[in-house]
C-alpha cells in the first residue's frame, strides 16, 4: 500500500516510470546495495526520531552513522528513534521501507551533509522492495525538507 502513496506522488511529478521494484528484499542498505548493483554509500537511507512531540527524519547516506552530539546541538534533544510499532502509523511507511516523499503531515524532514558528494543516490520509496534513483537537487525538491543538516559521522 505505501509504495502506491509514493507511485501516486511521483505520478503527479512525471517520475512514477523512475520508480524500481526488485524481487528481493532491499530493507536495509547492505540490500539495497545489492538489489541496486551499487555501493552502500550511495543508500539514502531514511531514519524516523521523536524530537519531543514531533517526528523527523533524518536522511542520511548510506555509510554515515548518527553523532549523538551533532543531533543533540541540531534538535536541542538526544536521538530517540520511533519504535518499529509507531513507524507506520507515525511517518506513513514501515521500516524497511521509510523514505522522505509524502510522508504523513507534521513529519518534518531534514537531508544530511553526507548525502552532497554523490551525483545521485537511491532512497526507498515507501516499501521494503523498492527505490529511485535521484540527483541531489531532486531530492531537496520532492522531499520536501527543512533543509540540510549536519548530523552525522562516516
Known amino acids: ?11 503527479n511529478e512525471g517520475l512514477e516510470e523512475r520508480i524500481q521494484e526488485f524481487d528481493v528484499s532491499s530493507a536495509t542498505v547492505e540490500l539495497a546495495a545489492q538489489a541496486l548493483n551499487c555501493e552502500p554509500c550511495r543508500i539514502a537511507k531514511t531514519l524516523s526520531f521523536h524530537v519531543g512531540e514531533r517526528v523527523v527524519l533524518a536522511v542520511l ?5 548518527i553523532d549523538n552530539k551533532k543531533y543533540k546541538a541540531q534538535f536541542g534533544a538526544k536521538a530517540k528513534m520511533l519504535s518499529r510499532e509507531e513507524t507506520g502509523p507515525l511517518v506513513g511507511y514501515d521500516v524497511g521501507g521509510i523514505c522522505p516523499f ?7 524532514v531534514y537531508l544530511d551533509q553526507s548525502l552532497k558528494r554523490f551525483d545521485t543516490v537511491y532512497p526507498a ?5 523498492s527505490a529511485i534513483e535521484m540527483t541531489i537537487p ?15 559521522r562516516i
Do not use: P, Q, T
Not at 1 to 11: C, D, L, P, Q
Not at 61 to 65: E, R, T, V
Not at 102 to 108: D, P, R, T
Open 61 to 65: 547516506a548510506g555509510d554515515a552513522k
Open 138 to 152: 531532486e531530492l531537496e525538491r520532492y522531499s520536501h525538507s527543512k533543509g540540510w543538516v549536519d548530523l552525522s
Open 1 to 11: 500500500m505505501s509504495i502506491e502513496k509514493v507511485r501516486a506522488y511521483f505520478k
Open 102 to 108: 509524502a510522508v504523513n503531515e507534521g513529519v518534518e
Open 125 to 129: 520509496c515507501g516499501s521494503a522492495n
